[in-house]
């Protein structure tokens, strides 16, 4: 059953003052192959490793674009992020990443790409002691195969590097960096695309996504098969046999024009009758004005009993931690599935970026995202289970994340920055940064220094 939204009046007095106050303008629409980011946000949105050349079309700042045939980015950062009292530091108290990117195209229509993560997550540890390099490669085909009724037919393939992976709207996954294969077949506003994740939140999973696009990309069809493997719960160890986990969904995304846009996403599958998931979206974005950018947003999620693909008690778990992961939202189908058993979920979610240049050279940015989360247990006889993030199922909790601060922007139209800020959610880091972690986010004070430079 749907609960009332519970949020601070503070917040909501901030989001709807906004919105009266700013014009209107609409997002950008997306133009590389299988852009798993969020459109609608100011949070940062990373490179790809794919189309390198046309993602920094819109960024003329850089510095070396292309030598010849290649194309080259870099994106540069060193940082720490301290605690004012005993409470323990983040992983990232003095750390230093360098994303490098490289794409050279074979022949016409197939480009090699490469990704070298440079990263030392802790300068703590020694003397580049933790420091490691993380490669990621990707062959990407593009390719018209002719015409049907004067509009063409374009084929592409890319893989085993897909980056930031959504599927439909986010309600099974949402933005998980991944490796796997993606096809895709395009004609005047329809798509058959088909999507192999070889690792998505669990150690033993695979997921196989067939989709049906229409009217551009508005409205989508999904099926998506949802591979794991049964454990023996006595002595925690995996056994041969496989499950599959169907789902059907719909999901539409509807620009409403002057910024304004309506998503949502409905999912089902066979388990004991019918389990359902949904996901509903509305966002308002402004950027490019001279002095302000803003973008606001409510998401809706909920997740039937036992609508998880997975009957056992075994959290999920992200293997690719770093500083990017703070630039998406703690509200993702990651904190929901591990639970999903025992309890019927529902959530409410407030997003609110603000962005107001001061001066020449000063960047005045708040973020917030406030989570309002409700678990209801089913079945003659359920536990009391908290998830790794420390929530009590059943149970209810509200809790606001926040990042502000100010960044010195010395160089007149280059974004290279130097940041000030304080914040109550860090990405939690292991030794290394490919160590599997069950929780996404240290909680805290954390008040943190980056610079950052684009190349």
């Known amino acids: 059953m749907f609960r009332p939204l519970r949020v601070t009046s503070r917040f909501l007095s901030v989001l709807g003052c906004v919105v009266v106050l700013l014009p209107r303008e609409a997002a950008a629409a997306q133009s590389v192959f299988a852009d798993g980011r969020d459109s609608y946000t100011l949070l940062e949105r990373h490179l790809l490793n794919r189309q390198l050349a046309d993602q920094l079309e819109e960024q003329p700042y850089r510095l070396w674009r292309s030598a010849g045939r290649l194309t080259f980015a870099s994106d540069l950062a060193i940082g720490t992020q301290q605690t004012l009292h005993a409470a323990q530091q983040s992983r990232f108290h003095g750390y230093f990443l360098a994303d490098l990117f490289a794409a050279a195209p074979i022949v016409d229509g197939l480009d090699a790409n490469l990704n070298l993560l440079t990263f030392n997550p802790s300068a703590s540890d020694g003397y580049r002691v933790s420091a490691e390099v993380r ?43 991944a490796e796997g294969v993606t096809g895709d077949l395009s004609w005047q506003g329809l798509g058959v695309r088909n999507t192999y994740v070889g690792r998505a939140l669990w150690p033993d999973d695979d997921v196989i996504s067939s989709s049906l696009r229409v009217f551009g990309g508005l409205a989508e069809l999904g099926l998506v098969n949802w591979k794991t493997h049964r454990y023996d719960l006595y002595d925690d160890r995996e056994m041969e046999a496989t499950r599959s986990a169907w789902y059907l969904s719909a999901a539409v995304d509807l620009p409403l024009g ?198």
């Open 258 to 455: 002057r910024g304004f846009r309506v998503a949502g996403e409905y999912a089902v599958r066979r388990r004991q009758g019918t389990r359902g998931g949904a996901l509903g979206r509305i966002d308002y974005l402004h950027r490019g004005s001279s002095w302000l950018s803003v973008h606001t947003g409510y998401q809706l999620r909920w997740y039937d009993a036992r609508f998880g693909p997975r009957r056992e008690l075994v959290p999920p778990s992200s293997v690719f931690n770093t500083p990017y992961q703070e630039d998406v939202y703690a509200t993702n189908s990651f904190e929901y599935l591990y639970l999903s058993e025992w309890f019927e979920q529902i959530s409410h979610t407030l997003m609110l970026e603000v962005h107001a240049r001061l001066g020449s050279y000063l960047d005045l940015f708040v973020e917030a995202e406030e989570w309002a989360r409700h678990a209801t247990g089913h079945g003659a006889e359920y536990p009391v289970l908290y998830s790794p993030e420390g929530f009590r199922a059943p149970g209810n909790l509200l809790r606001l994340y926040y990042r502000t601060g100010v960044s010195l922007l010395p160089f007149t139209g280059l974004p290279h920055r130097l940041s000030a800020f304080v914040t109550n959610k860090q990405v939690r880091g292991g030794y290394y940064a490919t160590e599997p972690i069950s929780r996404r986010f240290d909680s805290g004070t954390f008040w943190a220094l980056q610079l950052e430079a684009w190349l």
């Open 135 to 177: 490669p990621g490669f990707a062959l990407h085909w593009t390719q018209d195969l002719g015409e049907v009724d004067g509009v063409p037919l374009v084929a592409n393939v890319l893989g085993p590097d897909l980056g930031w992976v959504t599927l439909g709207k986010g309600l099974l996954l949402e933005q998980i960096p």
